[in-house]
């Protein structure tokens, strides 16, 4: 019975280690390296052009050969108490497809995404090799917009800017490594719903 008692304990005391000790302690920084895919960008822009645009037209105006090229991203984080860590991000993202009227190529349309934003992140199950958090990110989005018409087209290039505000949700995140490891979040917003990336603690 009480041998039956200390091993009880025994597992229970392990088990609380895992989850609850600080891997993440305050003062500690990291940096992140990340690339992520289906951003709030992509999604928008796919339902803009496959589905409000022709509705709205009348499928005169339609788009063709888009290429996404999902959203790269560094960020820098400082853990300000044990397992919550604040920090800063710029994110880019590369949207590109060309632009018909009727049957006739226009011109191709490029834009160029970029977003700075602010995160918070906080770790619920946290050790020296394993962490799982949720986070919330905010900021500032401006696309870069460029239309190059085709050669014999009656459109004419422009160039243009429009911001808006940015955010990103991390439902789960996960990070598997002790100073060097890799991470993987399921999410939504500018950083994609699936991201992948290298994470460097120090």
């Given amino acids: 019975m009480r041998t039956q008692i200390l091993k009880s304990l025994l597992t229970l005391f392990i088990v609380s280690t895992f989850f609850y000790s600080h891997a993440q302690e305050q003062g500690t920084k990291e940096l992140t390296l990340g690339y992520g895919v289906a951003s709030t960008n992509a999604i928008v822009d796919v339902l803009a052009n496959d589905f409000i645009l022709p509705a709205f037209t009348g499928g005169n105006y339609k788009t063709k050969n888009q290429t996404y090229s999902g959203a790269s991203y560094i960020n820098f984080s400082y853990a300000i108490k044990n397992d919550f860590l604040i920090g800063a991000e710029v994110v880019y993202e590369r949207i590109s497809k060309d632009i ?7 011109g191709r349309q490029i834009d160029n995404s970029f977003t700075i934003g602010a995160n918070a992140k906080y770790s619920y199950i946290s050790n020296s090799k394993f962490r799982m958090y949720s986070g919330l990110a905010a900021g500032y989005n401006t696309i870069q917009a460029n239309f190059d018409p085709e050669k014999g087209s009656t459109s004419k290039a422009t ?4 911001g808006a505000f940015g955010y990103h949700l991390t439902a789960f995140g996960f990070r598997y490594g002790k100073k060097a490891a890799v991470i993987a979040e399921l999410g939504f917003g500018y950083k994609g719903i699936l991201n ?3 994470n460097y603690k120090f």
């Fill in 100 to 106: 018909y009227s009727g049957t006739t190529n226009d």
């Fill in 196 to 198: 992948v990336g290298f």
């Fill in 159 to 162: 160039k243009g800017n429009k």
